[in-house]
């Protein structure tokens, strides 16, 4: 089956719904939800997928783009939820999507002479072996003098030695999309921008769910044997729709992250700093570090959650704090913010509930995945299908997907290796087909001939020079964008990675993607005009106080 996901693959799967009945359909096009879709497709069912916005965009576009084990659950005792995670590390970075899941490499400062490296290092050891997590290089001890040397930017009082250790990172909204994609390429119908506004039943029993075309306003009735809904924080919205009370219930906590300029801190490693909630991590990406995150209960709007001066307020203190440099508002590209769907528990510290995730059928056809942490999401995913495949009254297959590389990953490793080949052929700089490599892996190919075929469109984005022209144009030819802020926002990193947040760039975007979306001067304009009362709207939220006031200025605006 195809894997472009084009608007004629768009149009042709939308008036084909509700033809027949299909094995499953999954409302939510997240991480789970996406790999939900390949794992039941990937064992032969027939799956329609439908998500009321874009791939990812909600917490699987706002993430810490970390692909980790989380190293703090091991002084919770939660032994298990890190063998499992660091078993899906090592097949995402060896297997699965080496194209996208790339090592990433931490300092660990102490402050404490003889005890905290006796106590941290035997929980970084374990970490390094627990569950067959072989997957990266072992952990090492450094004394300050050897830490400062990676970490000039540390004051040197901010320790008394390090604790290096490697995780993996992700861009979790093209990790999240190229799922999706693969399951199109296993037989799945993926569709954005299509809601959910209803459940059919018969009696008891959830046999379908009524779906609104968000595009045209057109609904669809959509019959499914087994319905899966992986909406994350807006479970209990499912909940309701129900009309049963649910056997768990989904909180909602808010993590903030800033972007800053690689060159403003002097640093050759991440660092990752112990609070008096969590852990504060400096990631690198690309040309920025991302530092983050918050953890805090949030109880506003789901869909656009709003960073406020107080978060940006607690990042700036906690990493300033141990360096010599401090950073200040100025220095700020860049800032998001998401939610973490945490299963209710007794605590009501949102820091200390479960990542754990939790299948429920609440009512007869209908099965919810709800927690978990995104890592994890192909178990929670098989998981799910396991559950909703008992009873369906023929044999099923156990899930592949442990073996299933993603689009993109086959050849991967090949063509990274003979990288100089690659970029004489494709005639592009060698640094170019680098990146272009590490985005989409052996797809890579789509983009070439896009460029044979326009060689203007090998040409960077004015205000955006990191991307090429090709990979807007590619973004709704192959990877199912509809709108100006999929593109800049989740296709691409451009929203949070411009110091003007995109807006420079927004126009050379949308002229190109309007092109192959059938767009007009006025369609053209109301995107943009969309775009830019967003930017508008965060920044506002951005200045403003606390959560109440951040979020009704990001409310403002709708996109």
């Given at each position: 089956m195809s894997a472009r996901l084009d608007p004629s693959y768009r149009a042709t799967a939308v008036e084909a719904l509700g033809d027949n009945e299909i094995d499953v359909l999954v409302i939510g096009g997240g991480v789970v939800g996406a790999g939900a879709a390949l794992d039941a497709a990937a064992r032969g069912l027939s799956v329609t997928l439908v998500e009321a916005r874009d791939f990812a965009a909600g917490t699987s576009s706002r993430s810490s783009k970390l692909i980790h084990g989380g190293l703090r659950y091991l002084e919770q005792l939660d032994f298990w939820l890190v063998r499992e995670a660091l078993k899906e590390?090592?097949?995402?970075?060896?297997?699965?999507?080496?194209?996208?899941?790339?090592?990433?490499?931490?300092?660990?400062?102490?402050?404490?002479?003889?005890?905290?490296?006796?106590?941290?290092?035997?929980?970084?050891?374990?970490?390094?072996t627990i569950g067959g997590a072989r997957a990266l290089p072992m952990h090492r001890h450094l004394t300050r003098t050897r830490a400062l040397e990676l970490a000039p930017a540390l004051r040197e009082d901010s320790?008394?030695?390090?604790?290096?250790?490697?995780?993996?990172?992700?861009?979790?909204?093209?990790?999240?999309?190229?799922?999706?994609?693969?399951?199109?390429?296993?037989?799945?119908?993926?569709?954005?921008?299509?809601?959910?506004?209803?459940?059919?039943?018969?009696?008891?029993?959830?046999?379908?769910?009524?779906?609104?075309?968000?595009?045209?306003?057109?609904?669809?009735?959509?019959?499914?044997?087994?319905?899966?809904?992986?909406?994350?924080?807006?479970?209990?919205?499912?909940?309701?729709?129900?009309?049963?009370?649910?056997?768990?219930?989904?909180?909602?906590?808010?993590?903030?992250?800033?972007?800053?300029?690689?060159?403003?801190?002097?640093?050759?490693?991440?660092?990752i700093m112990r609070t008096e909630k969590s852990v504060l991590f400096v990631i690198p990406w690309h040309q920025h570090w991302i530092i983050g995150t918050t953890d805090t209960d949030w109880s506003l709007d789901k869909d656009h959650p709003a960073a406020s001066n107080a978060d940006v307020q607690y990042i700036l203190d906690h990493v300033n704090a141990v360096l010599r440099d401090p950073l200040t508002r100025d220095d700020i590209v860049g800032t998001y913010a998401g939610l973490r769907p945490l299963v209710s528990g007794a605590s009501s510290d949102t820091a200390k509930l479960s990542r754990e995730h939790a299948v429920a059928e609440p009512v007869p056809g209908l099965f919810v995945i709800a927690g978990g942490k995104y890592t994890t999401y192909r178990v929670m995913a098989a998981d799910v299908v396991d559950a909703a495949v008992q009873g369906l009254g023929r044999a099923v297959a156990p899930s592949v997907t442990e073996?299933?590389?993603?689009?993109?990953?086959?050849?991967?490793?090949?063509?990274?290796?003979?990288?100089?080949?690659?970029?004489?052929?494709?005639?592009?700089?060698?640094?170019?087909?680098?990146?272009?490599?590490?985005?989409?892996?052996?797809?890579?190919?789509?983009?070439?001939?896009?460029?044979?075929?326009?060689?203007?469109?090998?040409?960077?984005?004015?205000?955006?020079?990191?991307?090429?022209?090709?990979?807007?144009?590619?973004?709704?030819?192959?990877?199912?964008?509809?709108?100006?802020?999929?593109?800049?926002?989740?296709r691409t990193r451009i929203s949070i990675e411009a110091s003007d947040r995109g807006l420079l760039a927004a126009p050379e975007v949308a002229f190109l993607i309007g092109a192959r979306l059938g767009w007009d001067a006025a369609d053209a304009e109301r995107e943009l005009s969309r775009y830019r009362d967003r930017v508008e709207a965060e920044l506002a939220a951005y200045q403003a106080a606390d959560d109440e006031a951040a979020n009704a200025a990001r409310l403002v605006a709708v996109a």
């Open positions: 590390r090592g097949l995402l970075l060896n297997k699965l999507a080496p194209h996208l899941v790339r090592p990433v490499s931490f300092l660990l400062p102490l402050q404490h002479r003889v005890w905290e490296r006796a106590y941290i290092g035997a929980g970084v050891a374990l970490y390094d320790m008394t030695g390090a604790i290096r250790y490697f995780d993996a990172q992700v861009d979790d909204a093209r990790h999240t999309m190229t799922i999706a994609r693969t399951a199109a390429q296993h037989g799945a119908t993926v569709l954005t921008r299509t809601k959910v506004t209803g459940l059919l039943r018969d009696g008891e029993r959830v046999i379908g769910a009524q779906v609104t075309d968000l595009e045209t306003g057109r609904e669809h009735t959509v019959r499914a044997r087994r319905v899966i809904s992986a909406t994350g924080v807006w479970t209990d919205e499912m909940n309701r729709m129900t009309g049963v009370e649910f056997p768990f219930h989904v909180r909602t906590s808010k993590g903030v992250h800033i972007l800053v300029p690689r060159e403003r801190l002097d640093l050759d490693t991440g660092l073996k299933l590389p993603l689009l993109g990953a086959v050849g991967y490793q090949e063509m990274a290796a003979d990288l100089d080949s690659l970029a004489q052929r494709s005639g592009l700089p060698k640094a170019t087909v680098e990146h272009l490599l590490g985005r989409y892996g052996s797809a890579v190919h789509d983009l070439f001939e896009l460029i044979a075929e326009d060689p203007a469109l090998g040409e960077p984005l004015a205000g955006a020079e990191e991307y090429l022209a090709a990979e807007v144009v590619y973004a709704v030819t192959h990877e199912g964008a509809l709108h100006l802020d999929d593109v800049l926002t989740r």
